[in-house]
């Protein structure tokens, strides 16, 4: 079982799902058990997972096709009326 410091030193040096399974998951059973580290190592772990899913997703994420939400013309001009009005105002 790994000490609080070499679970912090490790998750420090290291991407979380880069380690070996076998490292992964002592240090998951250490976070997940430890009242000392384990909240701090928890939201480490779980930046490092969110990290790791935007690499993998970066290029769908930064495509205008994959982006379906789109305003009417409509609503378009409302804004435009808004802004407008409130910087004659
Ligand atoms: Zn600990």
Same mark, same amino acid.
């Given at each position: 079982?790994?000490? !609080?410091? #070499? ?6 040096? #290291?991407?979380? /799902? &880069? ?12 976070? *997940?058990? !430890?009242?000392?580290?384990?909240? =701090? $190592? *928890?939201?480490?772990?779980? /930046?490092?997972?969110?990290?790791? #899913? =935007?690499?993998? $997703?970066?290029? &769908?994420? /930064?495509?205008? %096709?994959? !982006?379906? !939400?789109?305003?009417? @013309? %409509?609503?378009? &001009?409302?804004?435009? @009326?808004?802004?407008? @009005?409130?910087?004659?105002?």
């Amino acid at each position: 079982m790994f000490t !609080c410091k #070499q679970v912090s030193k490790t998750l420090n040096n #290291q991407q979380f /799902n &880069a380690l070996p399974i076998w490292k992964r998951f002592v240090i998951k059973l250490h976070v *997940k058990l !430890c009242v000392f580290c384990g909240k =701090y $190592n *928890k939201q480490v772990i779980d /930046n490092h997972d969110l990290c790791h #899913q =935007y690499i993998r $997703n970066e290029d &769908a994420l /930064n495509e205008a %096709s994959s !982006c379906k !939400c789109f305003l009417d @013309e %409509s609503k378009k &001009a409302t804004i435009r @009326e808004k802004i407008s @009005e409130s910087l004659n105002t």
